[in-house]
Structures are given as C-alpha cells and as structure tokens.
C-alpha cells in the first residue's frame, strides 16, 4: 500500500505540473476525448478507489462528489449532499395507496411524493386560443395544425405554410460539408456557400503517463512528443520495507513484518496426518493414527466370505458346462463351431502333391511338379521341388606354384615338378564326376608342346601332371604352369559335396549339446540301406543330436531323412575323417521332441565310400546329445 501511495504521489506532482494539459494512462496514450481531464484506458488493469470500512468512511468529511469502496459492505458509495449514499440499491420506494410514495434512501433519509393533478380550471387567456374549455380548446389545436404544410416546388425552394396560413418560401436546401486539405486545416462550406477554413495546427495536443517497457519507470510525454522516463528503481527501494520468515529448526517460524516487529509461529501443535496403506503382503491394509500406532486389517477372510468363484468343465463330448457365481450351470456346446481346415503336403509323392481340405472335409490337391516325362524337377526331403541335373562341384584357377588364384570347394598344392594335387573341401562319395582342365597358351615358346592330364581320381580329389611332349620326339618332359580345372557332379553319382539335409559341412563332427539320457537304441544297420531307429525317452521340448563314431564310409546316403512320431523332420549331417580309415558322422535336428517319449526314425540308400556293418539293436557306436 506504501508503494501505490508513493507512486500516486510521484503522479499527482507530475499532473500538477502539467495542470493546462489532458492526460491519458494505460492503452493508446496519444488518443483521448477533448472533454476529458484524465483518462484511463486499458483491457487488463483497471482503477482502484480508495478501500475503507464503515467505521473509517464515518470519520472523514470529503468533497462533496467522492468516491470510496466500503469494505465493511462491499458496495461503492458517493458523498454528496454532505452525506455518504450507497451505490449499491439506491433506497425503498412504498405506495401509499392514495397518490403519494413514500421513498427512503440508503441513509434513512424519507422524501415524501405526490401524484394527484392539481385542478385548476381552464383559462384561455393564457392559451392564446378562442376556445372557451379543454375540448373546444383541443379540436382548435386540430384544427390549426391541419392546415400547416411544406411543399415542394421542384426548383430547388419549398414553400412553408403555417396554422395561421402564412407562407415562407425556402429558397437555399444545399447541405453543408467539411473538407481535409491534409496540411492540418479543413475547409467548411455552410448551407448558402460560404467557406470557412480552420486550422487544427495550434489546437493543443494531447500528454500521456504510463509504464515503460521494462516496467522498472514512467513515460511522460509532453504536447511536443518529448519523452522523459522517469527510473522508480531507487525510490521503491528507498521506501519498500521487507518482511522476513526464518526457520528455527524447532518447530516454529519467527516472522518480522515491515515494522521491524517478530512474530513466532508455533507448529508443533499443528495437526497429523493418518494414513491408510496397502501393505507388502497385499492382503492387509495398515491404518497409521495420529500417535502413529499403525492398526493392521486382515482382508482374507472377508473376500473369502464375501467372492464367489466361477467353474468351467470340460464333459468330454464337445460340451462345456460353466457355473456362474449364483450357482447356475450353463452349457456351452462347441460342436457346433467353426471347423477347422487343413493344408498337408505329401513330402513322398513324386510330385510333392499338397492337399487342402475345407472345412466341409472336401479335398483339392495341387501338384509342386509336373508328372510329365523327361522332367529334370524332382521333389527334396523337404517336399520342395529341385533341378536333377548336372552341377559345378568344385573349380579353380592354379598359379605355376600350386597356389590357388580362385578356387570353389577345393584347395591345390604343388606335389613336385609338374605335378599338382586337388583336394574338395567336401568328398562327393563317388568318383563318377566329370573332370575338365586347361592350361594357359605359351605361344609356341620354350614348352612349345605342352599337355595337361589327370590322374588318382578318388572321391576327395584328383592329381594334375602338366607336361611337354614335343611333338612325340622324346618322353614327356613336366614342367610347372598355370592351369584351371572344372569338376561336373552328374545327377545318381555321389552327393555333389553335400552334407544333406541343407546343412552346412564344417569338417568337424564335434556335438554342441550335452550327453543325453533316456534314449533307447531299437535298430541299427549301415551294411547296405542305412537305418537309425530310438525313442527319445523323457527328454521332450529338447533339440537333439546322434553321433555315429568310427565307421568305415566316408559319408552318409544323400537322401537321408528322419521321422519323429511319423513326422518328417528337417535335419542336417556332417562326417569327419579320423586319418584311419574310419569316419564319424553327426547327425542333428532344431525341432524340439515332442512330450511322452518320442520314436524317432532316420532311414536312407547306401552309404557312400565302402560298406558298412549289419548292426541289429544295439551298437556301442551310437551316443545321444541334447540342447
């Protein structure tokens, strides 16, 4: 309050200095009504009276036409008259029935007032008129005022007649106009022509007060537009007092106000909160009080009492019978459902044939390969359909020094003069494989007869001799040079380099699982078609892995598959050298076993490479992994 009264202060001496002028605070500051002294405008402030309460507006005898808020009654009051009247509802007015009101004002001030007409009689001497009575005196007025007129006379003239039957002639209705000539002067033109002109360039110009923008000062601007801005920094300073509230860590709070006066606030007799909690256990709710003694409530067996529980039986003939919580049985027939449909491809067909079946049980089959003759499509293991014809196997380009420039699924190396060994990364199972070699031209240069030629051809490999026979002259004299070399896998012969099933060889019949326990070996034979038959035992949800070990064929028939329960599964194999003459082989699945003991079943052609040993029922040379 301070404050606003010293800034009121700083306004009212400025106003004083400037008492000849108009001022204008708040929005549009160059903008005011020339009857306006001062003028407030603004659409998010507003003024304020003076507040004072009943007590305090009795006290003071102000100007006749002030104005204060009364904060006792909420309302505005005026004084005038020498007395304080509300704003608010203005007084009573009471009808007393016979022509006079009674009207008490705010202050309980009473003003008597009389309706009822004062008979006086009808004088026309004071009228001016003949007539002798009021209605005489009316039909005269009627009369009279039938006979005034403006007519007119379409020159530009009207001509008035009056009720005593005298004419006026109008003779100029031109209409008058006012004209900004833009250099601060107006030229007027009246009714008969005549032009006027007024100069608005000495008319006094308008002051303005507000806030500047950094709401730290006062614009003034004078009639010139001079600014002056006016700093309140300093003064609010000098006059605002601060009040302070401190913390004394017991409890209380001392507060000073602006007088320099403390005041201690007490509290530790404030009141405590209770709290009602779930606890940890989410069966109790604890209640702490305001002493905090912590109340535990046991809601188990009020839901015990309270829920009731639903049942749902299957009565093994397609129907369900729910029980709801009032005890009422409902029966849920799903015979009666959606049937289901089907789609099975015949993974052993020479076709691959797909049958689909609807849900009406009727069968439409699709053929994944045509049955027509010659056709070189045949349907794999996994029923999908592959091109049985002739395939690149291995190839390479060999540099003079055995080493391989580019090479596919073989390696070379130099044996000695002339003489190169090719070896597959993968032993195709047959040395039924086309070879196809070449060697660089020399130009007729030096070896100017050369030759190229294979020999030991094994299912892992082959030896090249490069030679120069001149011209048959003499013995073959070898010599070292770059050569390149194609091998061609005809379909029936071998595996091509396949591990089978898909799989990848890593050379390394190594088992990632651990020792499997449960499987029982029923049937073992490698000497001609190879078999492989066990039931899985417990171990359902389990990838699984068969290690044969120390076998005397380098590979595994190509054609090999497993069933599980009847089931044809995806499965890969590898074979390992053990620089013996015997083999290992691993043979893995990634479909988990099924549940309550499994029979499992791998069967294929003849084992590539030599054949093996009859084994019926046991063999010490099966092991079980799983992962």
């Known amino acids: 309050m301070k404050l606003l009264l010293n800034l009121l202060c700083v306004l009212f001496l400025l106003m004083g200095a400037i008492t000849t002028a108009q001022v204008k605070i708040g929005n549009n500051p160059n903008t005011i009504d020339p009857f306006s002294i001062l003028e ?34 909420n309302c505005l009051f005026q004084y005038r008259n020498n007395n304080w009247e509300s704003l608010c509802n203005g007084g009573i007015l009471v009808d007393n029935n016979d022509g006079t009101y009674t009207f008490t004002n705010d202050n309980g001030g009473i003003v008597s007032i009389d309706t009822n007409a004062i008979a006086n009689p009808y004088n026309n001497a004071t009228s001016g008129l003949a007539a002798m009575n009021i209605q005489d005196a009316i039909d005269e007025l009627s009369g009279l005022a039938s006979n005034v007129s403006l007519i007119d006379n379409a020159d530009g003239t009207y001509t008035f007649t009056d009720a005593a039957g005298n004419t006026v002639t109008i003779a100029d209705t031109s209409i008058s106009t006012l004209i900004d000539n833009t250099d601060g002067t107006y030229t007027y033109t009246d009714e008969l022509g005549n032009q006027t002109i007024i100069d608005t360039s000495f008319i006094e110009s308008l002051t303005s007060l507000g806030l500047n923008a950094s709401q730290t000062g006062l614009e003034y601007t004078d009639e010139d537009g001079v600014i002056t801005t006016l700093d309140l920094t300093t003064v609010v300073q000098n006059l605002e007092t601060i009040t302070t509230l401190v913390d004394n860590t017991d409890g209380t709070f001392t507060y000073t106000n602006e007088a320099g006066t403390p005041v ?72 009666a459902a959606e049937t289901l449909t089907t789609f099975v491809q015949d993974d052993t067909s020479a076709t691959g044939e797909i049958t689909y079946t609807d849900e009406a049980g009727n069968p439409s089959t699709a053929q994944v390969v045509s049955s027509d003759a010659n056709n070189n499509i045949q349907v794999g293991l996994d029923g ?56 660089t031209d020399l130009l007729g240069v030096g070896n100017d007869d050369p030759n190229i030629s294979y020999y030991d051809q094994q299912s892992d490999g082959f030896k090249v001799n490069v030679g120069d026979n001149d011209n048959g002259g003499s013995d073959r004299a070898d010599f070292n040079s770059e050569f390149m070399f194609s091998v061609i896998c005809l379909p029936g012969f071998g595996n091509g380099g396949s591990t089978g099933g898909g799989g990848t060889s890593t050379g390394s019949a190594t088992p990632t699982g651990t020792p499997g326990t449960g499987f029982n070996l029923n049937n073992f034979g490698d000497a001609g078609n190879f078999q492989l038959a066990f039931n899985a035992g417990n171990n359902g949800g389990s990838t699984w892995e068969t290690l044969i070990t120390n076998r005397p ?61 009859q084994n019926s029922g046991q063999c010490s040379c099966i092991s079980f992994f799983t992962n």
């Not at 009080?289 to 749902?312: C, K």
């Not at 190396?413 to 002339?418: P, V, Y």
């Not at 699945?589 to 084992?607: E, H, M």
Request: charged content about 10%.
């Open 40 to 73: 407030l405008e603004s659409s998010e402030t507003v003024l304020v009276v003076t507040r004072i309460t009943d007590a305090e507006m009795a006290a003071i005898l102000p100007l006749n036409g002030a104005i204060i808020y009364n904060t006792s009654q």
């Open 264 to 335: 201690t606030i007490d509290t530790n007799a404030a009141e405590t909160l209770t709290t009602l909690v779930l606890n940890a256990d989410d069966t109790n709710l604890d209640y702490t009080d305001e002493d905090g003694v912590t109340t535990q409530l046991d809601f188990t067996a009020l839901v015990q009492n309270l829920e009731t529980i639903t049942t749902l039986v299957d009565n093994t003939d397609g129907t369900f019978t729910y029980t709801n919580e009032a005890g009422t049985p409902v029966t849920i027939d799903t015979n």
């Open 384 to 439: 999908g359909a592959f091109l049985a014809g002739p395939t690149i196997c291995a190839a390479g380009k060999i540099l003079s020094t055995g080493t391989a420039a580019a090479g596919f699924n073989a390696t070379a190396s130099l044996i000695n003069t002339g003489d190169y060994q090719i070896t597959f990364d993968n032993d195709l199972g047959t040395t039924s494989y086309v070879i196809q070699l070449t060697i």
């Open 553 to 613: 064929y380098s590979t595994l028939p190509s054609d090999l598959s497993a069933t599980v329960n009847g089931t044809l599964v995806p499965i890969t194999f590898v074979s390992e050298d053990n620089g013996d003459g015997t083999f290992n082989h691993l043979i893995s699945s990634s479909t988990p076993l099924p549940a309550f003991n499994p029979s499992v079943t791998i069967s294929g052609g003849a084992t590539g490479g030599g054949a093996g040993t």
